[in-house]
């Protein structure tokens, strides 16, 4: 049984990653477990930025968007000198395991630490596109879905009024998840993501004939992975001659106090990871298949792709 452990975020930060830091805590305090808490992602664990946490220091912050220990991408760990002085750093204190909270690539060093120093690492998925391997959830995905939900059902006001075109582009760089859990959601006629090849042309003629037929607005939602609204939105508007307008969300899709269901999944999942990580398991990621929580290999978590389901891709198109 591990007598030390870290607990550090990693990445873009995403709504609940607060309350997986809070569980991973106070449990490991729950079981006699020192805490260290690592601020800034890697840079912490290279710059020697840690310090102990106590119970009170994971308080009034489980409501919180973001991440109380602060999160960055950082270059220098992506050099084997960089992972040795990290490595370094923690034994120095004592500490004989690490749980990580982060999107792929902060899974993927964790991984590579893992395996180049023995180090003990559990990882939790945290990251609002939904796309970590083996888990149908991912801390912050849900309440990011749900601010480009509250997005959409304004933009539809406006549209309605004008009786315009709106081209919503929403975060999703490799991933559509957001893209299409909100725009089916949000009832958007058109859903573009990067897994789905797409005909401009043609969509622009179904959109002529639908506003022919009486339609008065039509909502489009883009992941940015498949395109830029402001490239596709003025094609829109020369190719159907219809009053089309542009929104980027933008990083007001990672903010926001998160909801129940990322606040309480993510505490499971942190309770998860500070017991197993505290039994001296590693080299697993937590995460959810089928409402209940399991546990996926660290190697295949990092090194296979997530797919998008075709029934969602399939329900978007019969519900447009």
């Not at 607060?18 to 601020?39: D, M, S």
């Not at 919180?64 to 050099?79: P, Q």
């Not at 902060?106 to 796309?131: C, F, H, K, Y």
């Not at 582009?169 to 797409?198: C, D, H, K, Q, T």
Request: glycine share 14%.
């Amino acid at each position: 049984m591990l007598k030390s452990i870290a607990v550090m975020t990693s990445g873009g930060d995403s709504p609940g990653m607060n309350a997986a830091v809070r569980a991973v805590t106070r449990t490991a305090l729950h079981q006699g477990v020192k805490v260290w808490g690592i601020r800034g992602g890697y840079h912490g664990m290279l710059d020697e930025d840690m310090f102990e946490m106590q119970s009170k220091d994971v308080g009034d912050i489980i409501q919180r968007g973001g991440t109380f220990l602060g999160t960055a991408r950082c270059r220098r760990f992506t050099t084997p000198e960089g992972r040795m002085l990290g490595y370094k750093n923690l034994v120095d204190r004592g500490i004989q395991g690490l749980v990580v909270v982060g999107g792929d690539g902060s899974l993927r060093g964790a991984s590579t630490l893992s395996q180049e120093t023995g180090l003990p690492i559990v990882g939790l998925p945290g990251t609002i596109d939904n796309d970590v391997w083996g888990s149908e959830y991912t801390i912050g995905c849900d309440t990011a879905a749900n601010t480009i939900i509250d997005a959409m059902n304004k933009l539809r006001d406006t549209a309605s009024a004008h009786r315009r075109i709106i081209v919503l582009e929403v975060m999703g760089r490799n991933s559509g998840w957001l893209a299409m859990v909100a725009g089916i959601s949000g009832g958007a006629e058109y859903i573009l993501v990067p897994e789905e090849p797409f005909d401009l042309e043609e969509i622009c003629e179904n959109m002529k004939a639908e506003y022919e037929k009486g339609k008065r607005y039509i909502l489009m939602v883009v992941a940015e992975g498949a395109g830029k609204a402001s490239d596709i939105g003025p094609i829109i508007a020369e190719k159907t001659g219809i009053d089309t307008r542009i929104s980027k969300l933008g990083h007001i899709q990672r903010g926001g106090s998160p909801s129940v269901i990322d606040r309480v999944n993510a505490s499971r999942l942190g309770e998860h990871a500070a017991l197993a990580i505290i039994s001296g398991l590693s080299d697993i990621v937590f995460g959810f298949n089928r409402g209940h929580v399991v546990s996926i290999n660290l190697h295949d978590a990092v090194n296979n792709k997530k797919t998008l389901d075709p029934q969602l891709m399939r329900l978007a198109k019969v519900l447009a």
